[in-house]
Nanobody, 114 residues
Framework: VQLQASGGGLVQTGGSLRLSCVAS????????MAWYRQAQGQQRELVATITTAGNTNYADSVKGRFTISRGNAKSTVYLQMNSLKPEDTAVYYC?????????WGQGTQVTVSS
């Protein structure tokens, strides 16, 4: 199983980006998909999660600004990021959890300039 994340880039404060993550391989539908991020010198933190039922959860720091969603193919996940701030700068990783087993994408860099 491979997860391929894309959509990162450089954006100014207040701008928007949409991250995408597509999974390929034997798993057609993860129980939970999520986005994590890791800023330089910091630990990886959970940004948002979504279940197969569409239930979502967000870190307090991104509530109201980020939206996680899944594609019609349940092996895809998106992260719409609006009103970006410099503190959102990090490498963003997609994650799929399948019956307790975690699968990770390679990460995509998001840089927000002030």
């Amino acid at each position: 199983v491979q997860l391929q994340a894309s959509g990162g880039g450089l954006v100014q404060t207040g701008g928007s980006l949409r991250l995408s993550c597509v999974a390929s391989g034997s798993i057609r539908s993860f129980n939970v998909m999520a986005w994590y991020r890791q800023a330089q010198g910091q630990q990886r933190e959970l940004v948002a999660t979504i279940t197969t039922a569409g239930n979502t959860n967000y870190a307090d720091s991104v509530k109201g600004r980020f939206t996680i969603s899944r594609g019609n193919a349940k092996s895809t996940v998106y992260l719409q990021m609006n009103s970006l701030k410099p503190e959102d700068t990090a490498v963003y990783y997609c994650n799929g959890n399948y019956w307790g087993a975690d699968y990770w994408g390679q990460g995509t860099q998001v840089t927000v300039s002030s």
